[in-house]
């Protein structure tokens, strides 16, 4: 079995709890609210940025121009693809999505760009992917089971996201699947084990973003940073 399928399969309790989530569950019935829609958006613009940052380290660990154009294409997709989901929660939650950028972090977000952070710092080019899968991996799971679960029309409010995900993105997680099974093979056993931990320490990050979001987590006391903080992540 490849070093990905054995990740996978150690992380199906978590991708299991991540598809039973009352978050995802209100995306299949449409159920969410307003607040909850807001305060994902909210989040995750700031988590996109970060995750661009973070392609960005790649890059300048990168040894190939194959590897440069790998993180390349993904911050592109970012930019411009990755809008439009966030866009299907902003006009169901009636806002736009200028008015969500540039908020503080939760700490359920501030803890797993903290993770992917410091990998990219410490960690080889392989520990950095294993530890960006999960991103890819479990969203694109939600939205193919979504797809066949809900079987949505374009009368379902969250239409374009569960198409989104369910329809593409697909390609990526091949991808850099196959990069980290390349990777594996090559390192020492130390190294292959650092990269389950990061893998699965985003996976267990990954439901506590949709829980976060669910819950409309803040800081337990309110902080006051000033309106010059804002947008410094
Ligand atoms: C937290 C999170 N994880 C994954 C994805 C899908 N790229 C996302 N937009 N946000």
């Not at 054995?6 to 709890?17: G, K, N, T």
């Not at 978050?23 to 988590?47: C, M, P, S």
Request: hydrophobic share 40%; with cysteine.
């Amino acid at each position: 079995m490849s070093f990905t399928r054995e990740l996978r399969q150690q992380a199906d309790r978590i991708f299991q709890a991540i598809y039973d989530h009352p978050f995802v569950r209100g995306i299949a019935d449409g159920t969410l609210k307003k607040e909850q829609l807001i305060h994902y958006v909210k989040q995750d613009f700031e988590y996109l940025n970060a995750f661009m940052r973070i392609y960005g380290i790649a890059i300048s660990k990168s040894r190939t121009r194959e590897e440069i154009e790998m993180f390349n294409e993904q911050i592109n997709f970012v930019l411009h693809s990755e809008v439009h989901p966030h866009n299907n929660f902003c006009r169901v939650a009636g806002v736009t999505y200028e008015e969500l950028q540039g908020f503080p972090l939760a700490p359920s977000a501030h803890h797993y760009i903290r993770h992917m952070l410091t990998v990219a710092h410490e960690g080889s080019l392989g520990e950095i992917v294993s530890a960006l899968l999960p991103c890819p991996w479990t969203y694109i799971e939600i939205g193919q089971r979504l797809l066949e679960e809900v079987k949505p029309d374009e009368s379902h409010p969250f239409y374009d996201w569960i198409d989104f995900y369910g329809g593409g993105m697909s390609d990526l997680t091949e991808r850099f699947c196959r990069y980290v099974d390349d990777w594996a093979e090559h390192v020492t056993e130390a190294e292959r084990l650092r990269m389950r931990e990061h893998f699965l320490l985003s996976c267990q990050l990954e439901y506590m973003f949709w829980d976060m979001a669910f819950r409309e987590e803040e800081w337990p006391v309110a902080m006051d940073l000033g309106s010059e903080a804002m947008g410094r992540n």
